[in-house]
């Protein structure tokens, strides 16, 4: 047996300050942090989760110190963690409400780790916020708030519920997605998110979608490496479970793509 796989992970990121968190201790510092449902989600698939910190312009390390291209040469492939929403500014908009302003400095540093693994040939799986950065890193738009852009469109969070809240998809035949799953054409996830694809990016093709509204909740990019995102949370589903959606394939598929570009 080989050496395990090396997956990068994007950081997600907690800022001093945020409501609801006494300031005390750790919380008076940035913290960049790997969720450990993600971690044992690419562990249950043997391979090695290895966080990838952010670097921007105010940290104490410079870009120019070290590169995203050095992560992409050593890691294997990237799995881009949900999260914080997704700045309108990287999609050229305009915050429609402040609490839509999303982060705008990780945004900067997701996108550029993207096209770093992309530009190396490996490849690339977004979640939640990761699909929706995936397609705004490639030209796309998005929904600031499904509820407010599009109120006939069914709730897809539920406060209070999180990753028990659920609805069904769609997934659409002749599609990578599909093929993973023969005999599928419909499936129960979990849903957690108020934003959403507006305008998909040039050059992907939609693989689900929810039936009662037609919002996109997986991706894949057509052409070139490996790039594909699903918006609700493999990572949170119970493999014991019979009700829950088994996403093994879908993490067999991206990890049998990470051994092939290795080489």
Known sequence: MGKPLLIGVSARIYYPGTPGIQEAGVWTKTLHYLEQSVAHWLLAGGALPVMVPAVDRDSLVKRSD??????????????????NDVAPESYRESPLAPEWSGDRVRDRYEMALVRAFVDAGKPVFGICRGLQLLNVTFGGTLLQDIATQRPEAQSH????????HFHTI???????LAGLYPGVARATMNSIHHQGIKDLAPGFDIEARCPEDGMIEAIRRREGSYV????W?????DPDDPKHFDDGPI???FLAAARAAKG
Do not use: S
């Open 66 to 83: 070290i590169d995203l291209e050095h992560y992409a040469e050593a890691l294997d492939g990237l799995v881009l963690q949900g999260g």
């Open 233 to 237: 949370h493999p990572e949170f589903h």
């Open 170 to 176: 769609d997934l659409l035949p002749g599609t990578t």
């Open 251 to 253: 993490l067999r598929h």
């Open 228 to 231: 594909a995102g699903v918006q």
């Open 157 to 164: 969070r539920e406060l209070g519920k999180y990753e028990q």
